[in-house]
């Protein structure tokens, strides 16, 4: 490294390193481990709050990702994205360059992250909603609470994304959040219309008792249904999507093992 180099990036980096690492100690002091974790969890679920609010992560479902291991690998991938292109190019240029591609790529990768992670928390409350829309009129015919039905129906189904709402909308209620407030809350979180359906009959259900337990149970139903016509069309579409390996890897191999006697044979004839 030049001493041009060293003085306009080595310098400044080195000062800022050593101002990062007494600010981390500080911090670390008298902490543990678990509560440090909860530190830099609690630091990422406010940045993803914040994202969100400004629209940058706003696709459905980002409320139900718990974001600390999607952060957690971006920030690695950064890093590692970094320390390649300053292991390439050591001036002041190179070094910029490689930490404004670290920046663009470990953003990228958070932000596919997320959204992956935010279809597949909605893909969970789709598949568990209808057990829980079922257990919730059986419980309700049983002749117990809303609440107390709802909160049976949050610790028996599988735990997941929907079990985790369920509870917090139990613990929203008991911290003095008034009923219809928590579930709109809910509401915003999970933007899935069977989950709205699901809390308009809770809400009715609290108001107005058992009546609701046949109407819950044709919900049932219905999104038991709607899944399976999901299941045959996607198996109708795994057809489509064979051809192409059938076509270009398989079949090619196929006809070489049936066809390799034939054109070994012609291949001895015509080189004899």
Known sequence: ??????????????????ILAAILLHAWKGRSVAGALRAYRSVHD????????????????????SSLRYWAFAELFALLVFLAGASVDHSASGLAN???TAAMLGSCMAWISLRRAAGEALHSVRRDLPVACF???????????????????????????????????????????????????????????EYRLFLNHVLQGERLGIG????????STKMLESQSHRAETIAQQAAVKMLFPLVF????????????????????????
């Open 1 to 18: 490294m030049r001493t041009r180099d060293f003085l306009l990036i080595g310098a400044p980096m080195l000062l800022g390193g050593c």
């Open 46 to 65: 406010r940045l993803t709050q914040e994202l969100v609010g400004r629209r940058l992560l706003g696709f459905p479902g980002i409320a139900l990702v």
């Open 98 to 100: 490689a930490a404004a």
């Open 135 to 193: 257990l919730f009129s059986l419980l309700l015919e049983s002749g117990m609470g809303a609440s107390s039905a709802l909160q049976e129906t949050s610790g028996s189904i599988p735990e997941g994304v929907l079990a985790r709402e369920l509870k917090e909308l139990l613990r929203s209620r008991t911290l003095g959040v008034p009923r219809g407030e928590s579930i709109e809350r809910s509401r915003r979180r999970v933007p899935v219309e």
């Open 212 to 219: 609701l337990s046949r109407g819950l149970r044709e919900l």
């Open 249 to 272: 890897f398989i079949f090619p191999a196929v006809f070489l093992i049936i066809l390799s006697p034939v054109i070994l044979g012609l291949w001895d004839k015509f080189a004899g």
